[in-house]
Structures are given as structure tokens and as C-alpha cells.
């Protein structure tokens, strides 16, 4: 029978333990982010230019999943009109009068001109057609930010809502753009639209 003196005891046991623990917290780590990935945040990867300015063809976002109810000014991800997972901004919620445009070509929010110059693509207007929606109340008329490559709800006027999409089809709003790192932003919402009431 052979003997061991104390500390080298201690001394394994402590090794032993120590990679127990870490495979421990290892595992925690992916199960915490995991949760975080289903119920809080997601990555999105922008497929179009139909939000440039403000996203370009290959950012990736984050989006928060427990947004609340989203505002005019938001930039949501929703299940689209083709089932898809499709981006854009809101202009307009339930019970809102969207118009365009008005005598200086202006998106305008219940009487109120949208200024759209630091989100709207540089070379764009803010619609090629004019229109004039009262928003059901638990919609939300979207568009994109470059609107001449943008199919949204100015292209689905013909469906439920005209145009506008359900609240309830929205998986939340984008927060950040954290690729490339060199496009690395916060995505805030523009105070245009803090003037609308």
C-alpha cells in the first residue's frame, strides 16, 4: 500500500475540481447564451439595399426581442408579406394618417413633415407615388430608407391593411450594427419623429 503525503493530495484534488468548474461555467455560457439568442437577441444579416443608408448590403444587426411596442422611427424585423424575415422603418403606427407628400415633397405624420434627410438614401425621394393611409389601430406602415429599392407597404397596398403590417408579425427592433466592425453603430431613432404626435 503506498502512501501520499498531504499536500499532494490537495494538490490533485484541486485540479480535478478546477476542471470540473470550468467545464461548469463553460456550459452555463452557452446555455445563458443560447436563452439570449431565442427569447432576448438575435443577429440578422441585411440581404438588400432597401435600408441604405442606414444599413448596407451585408451589416449585420442585433435585434432586442423584448422591444415592446414599437415606435414611429424604429427600425423592426418582421415576418414580411412573402414569409420572410424582412427589415425596415416604421413611419407610422395604428391610428396614425400617413401622406405623401406635401407642397416641399415631405413624408408627413399626421399633418407633421418627416425630415428624412439623415436616414433617407442621398440620391432617393421620399415616394415616388403619392398616397394617403389612416393606419388600423395594431399595424404599423413600414418603409425602407432607399425608397426606390424598397418593397414595402407602399408595394402591398392591395393586401389586409393596405400595406401595413400586424404588430404582432414584428420580432423586434434593431438595435446595433456590430459588422464589419468599421460600421460598428448604434441604431437610434431619428428625432424627426418625436415631433409627431
Not at 426581442?65 to 414580411?80: A, C, N, P, Y
Request: aromatic share 8%; hydrophobic share 35%; glycine share 10%.
Amino acid at each position: 500500500m503506498t502512501v501520499e503525503p498531504e499536500d499532494a493530495k490537495k494538490e490533485k484534488s484541486g485540479k480535478g475540481g478546477g476542471l470540473r468548474e470550468s467545464l461548469f461555467l463553460l456550459v452555463c455560457g452557452v446555455v445563458v447564451a443560447l436563452l439570449l439568442q431565442v427569447f432576448v437577441f438575435q443577429s440578422f444579416y441585411i440581404p438588400s439595399e432597401s435600408m441604405e443608408r442606414t444599413l448596407v448590403e451585408g451589416d449585420r444587426v442585433v435585434v432586442n426581442k423584448l422591444h415592446g411596442d414599437s415606435e414611429r422611427g424604429d427600425i423592426v424585423v418582421f415576418e414580411g408579406w412573402n414569409n420572410e424575415h424582412t427589415i425596415k422603418r416604421v413611419i407610422a403606427v395604428g391610428g396614425d394618417t400617413v401622406k405623401c407628400c406635401d407642397a416641399k415633397r415631405r413624408i408627413t405624420v399626421n399633418g407633421i413633415p418627416l425630415d428624412e434627410s439623415s436616414y433617407l438614401y442621398s440620391e432617393d425621394f421620399p415616394s415616388g407615388d403619392p398616397f394617403e393611409k389612416i393606419v388600423p389601430e395594431g399595424r404599423l406602415w413600414v418603409m425602407g430608407d432607399h425608397r426606390t429599392a424598397s418593397a414595402d407597404s407602399r408595394a402591398h397596398e392591395e393586401r389586409l391593411g393596405e400595406g401595413s403590417i400586424p404588430e404582432s408579425d414584428v420580432i423586434g427592433r434593431a438595435v446595433a450594427i456590430y459588422w464589419p466592425f468599421s460600421r460598428a453603430t448604434i441604431l437610434s431613432r431619428p428625432e424627426s419623429f418625436l415631433k409627431v404626435r
